[in-house]
């Protein structure tokens, strides 16, 4: 379920990301710039972590109980 090429592209994609925000200039640059870096780590963390999650919750078995009251 793990595909390791969905992040060397979500890597390439954030440099990209990354290259143009520290080009654009402007009065609120630095925060932009921030902001930028944290959602494409944010981005690339999800990328790795939700797959693992996926396989954590096919591999447990789930139980359902029912009251009938």
């Known amino acids: 379920m793990f ?4 992040v060397v592209v979500a890597l390439i994609a954030a440099l990209i990301y990354i290259f143009i925000a520290f ?15 944290f959602i494409q780590v944010l981005f690339i963390i999800f990328l790795i972590v939700m797959p693992l999650f996926m396989i954590t919750a096919q591999a447990r078995p789930i139980f359902l109980f029912f009251h009938a009251d």
Do not use: A, C, E
């Open 3 to 6: 595909f390791p090429t969905n």
């Open 23 to 37: 080009k654009i200039p402007g009065k609120y640059k630095t925060v932009f710039r921030f902001y930028s870096i």
